[in-house]
């Protein structure tokens, strides 16, 4: 079955970096766009980054462009989310996202908490 397993958030000050991980199994990964979401608390869940399957197109939030970059390994079979430059607001859950056959898949989150 298809499993989205995201991994590396933690605690960091603002103006520091973290990067995500998303391990993907279950599906022919490189076949497939994946995306970034985060939800604060209190707040709805949103786009963060999306990467085309081949990796050759990206898209950003305005909040995030030019500090957080999205990138992926076919071969590893793996997102990732490089996050640079933080601000609290910054502060969610980040889930890794994709959707095959009509169907949306999501992991289980990971929290990163931007705070000094």
């Known amino acids: 079955q298809v499993q989205l397993v995201e991994s590396g958030g933690g605690l960091v000050q603002p103006g520091g970096s973290l990067r995500l991980s998303c391990a993907a199994s279950g599906f022919t990964f490189s076949s497939y766009p994946l995306a970034w979401y985060r939800q604060a608390p209190g707040k709805g869940r949103e786009l963060v980054a999306f990467?085309?399957?081949?990796?050759?197109?990206?898209r950003y939030a305005d909040s995030v462009k030019d500090r957080f970059t999205i990138s992926r390994d076919n071969a590893r079979n793996t997102v990732y989310l490089q996050m640079n430059s933080l601000k609290p607001e910054d502060t969610a859950v980040y889930y890794c996202r994709t959707m095959i056959a009509s169907t949306t898949y999501w992991g289980q989150g990971t929290q990163v908490t931007v705070s000094s």
């Open positions: 990467i085309s399957s081949t990796g050759g197109s990206t």
